[in-house]
Each structure stands twice: as structure tokens, then as C-alpha cells.
T-cell receptor
Framework: GAVVSQHPSRVICKSGTSVKIECRSL??????MFWYRQFPKQSLMLMAT?????????EQGVEKDKFLINHASLTLSTLTVTSAHPEDSSFYIC???????????????FGPGTRLTVL | GQQLNQSPQSMFIQEGEDVSMNCTSS?????WLWYKQEPGEGPVLLIA?????ELTSNGRLTAQFGITRKDSFLNISASIPSDVGIYFC?????????FGTGTSLTVIP
């Protein structure tokens, strides 16, 4: 139980294009999902908290118009990197907060991550 | 956001040795979580702790929730090469999660 998937696992795009990353909780419903960015050999940097049916809450310094988050259902959240530039290249990881399907509200379950490379 | 103090930052050990790492915070947490992340993958939850003083095992892994609720440790006994990775602690206040800076573990066969 408590499986979170992410798609795609890798994406390479040209500068100026937009990229959408999907995060799904496969066997439980997640009222809250989180989006993180991780640089090599560093910890997880929280970008935003996404609640189903409402606007995402962005961390300080994260541009909400650049990183569009949609949480349309209890099992799906999407992150769209708009007008991507090389400095957006990174490892993006989503997670889902438990609370359904035998999971605890006090736990987070992570997806496998998406490696974005912007040329 | 806030990050927890996690130590050591990195460890190089011989296969078969025991490993210990810990996390401390200035804040009180309701839950402590320990994750392992392998290269190119997302973190995987290893152990979740819910009560002060709680000691929980998962195979060769043992973790404890500090009595003050401001710290936690993770021990790995008889390390093996597949234990290699970055271990993160996380604390939950009920509303928010905070992550440690990670401990990079290298096991030398």
C-alpha cells in the first residue's frame, strides 16, 4: 500500500517550452500533496503544498506563475513548469500525505521523482 | 522551510559495522519519520514513530522518538552494501513536515 507514481520519470525539453509532471496516489486518497525540488547531494526543498480542490500554497521564493500546480482529484496533482529555462533543470519529487486506505495522516509517501533537463 | 539538524553529514563504513545517525530540532514534533533515498529515486519511508520514547524496529533498522520530542535517532545493524544511500529524518508538527539535511551512507565491502 501507499504507492505514489510520477510521470514522466525523465524529460528533456527545449528552452521556452512547458512541461507537465503528474503525481498519482495509486492505492489511497490524498487530500494533500507536496511538490519538492532537489539539487544534487542536497536535501528536499519544498516548493508548494497542494490541497484537492483549492489553490496551492507556494513557499517563499517559488514563482507560482512559473510552477503551476493543479490538484483536481484526491489521487492526482500536476506540476507544470512553464517557459522552462536551463536553470529549471532539476529533480522534482512529489509526495502524498496519508490519511486514507490504511495510511496515516502523519506520514508522507514520495513518488519516484522526475528528472527535468532543459536545453 | 525549516530544516532539522541531522548528523553526521556522511559516513563511510565497512560492511558488517553498525551505523547510527540522529536528528535534532528546536521544535517539538508529533511524529518522526525516517526515509532512505537511492540515486535517481524518491525517498522511501523506513520507519514512522508516533510517541515520545517509542522504539521501533524494521529488520536491521531501529529508530527511537526522543523523550523530549525534539530528537530522534536511527541505527542500522550489520550494514550491507545495499544500505548505501541518503537517509533523511522528518518531523511532523501535525500541520507541517520538516526534513533533515540527510546522511549519506557508503558501505565498503
Amino acid at each position: 500500500g501507499a504507492v505514489v507514481s510520477q510521470h514522466p520519470s525523465r524529460v528533456i525539453c527545449k528552452s521556452g517550452t512547458s512541461v507537465k509532471i503528474e503525481c498519482r496516489s495509486l492505492d489511497f486518497q490524498a487530500t494533500t500533496m507536496f511538490w519538492y525540488r532537489q539539487f544534487p547531494k542536497q536535501s528536499l526543498m519544498l516548493m508548494a503544498t497542494s490541497n484537492e480542490g483549492s489553490k496551492a500554497t507556494y513557499e517563499q521564493g517559488v514563482e507560482k506563475d512559473k510552477f503551476l500546480i493543479n490538484h483536481a482529484s484526491l489521487t492526482l496533482s500536476t506540476l507544470t513548469v512553464t517557459s522552462a529555462h536551463p536553470e529549471d533543470s532539476s529533480f522534482y519529487i512529489c509526495s502524498a500525505r496519508g490519511g486514507g486506505g490504511g495510511t496515516s495522516y502523519n506520514e508522507q509517501f514520495f513518488g519516484p521523482g522526475t528528472r527535468l533537463t532543459v536545453l | 522551510g525549516q530544516q532539522l539538524n541531522q548528523s553526521p553529514q556522511s559516513m563511510f563504513i565497512q560492511e558488517g559495522e553498525d551505523v547510527s545517525m540522529n536528528c535534532t530540532s528546536s521544535s517539538i514534533f508529533n511524529t518522526w519519520l525516517w526515509y532512505k533515498q537511492e540515486p535517481g529515486e524518491g525517498p522511501v519511508l523506513l520507519i514512522a514513530l508516533y510517541k515520545a520514547g517509542e522504539l521501533t524496529s524494521n529488520g536491521r533498522l531501529t529508530a527511537q522518538f526522543g523523550i523530549t520530542r525534539k530528537d530522534s535517532f536511527l541505527n542500522i545493524s550489520a550494514s550491507i552494501p545495499s544500505d548505501v544511500g541518503i537517509y533523511f529524518c522528518a518531523g511532523n508538527t501535525g500541520n507541517q513536515f520538516y526534513f533533515g539535511t540527510g546522511t549519506s551512507l557508503t558501505v565498503i565491502p
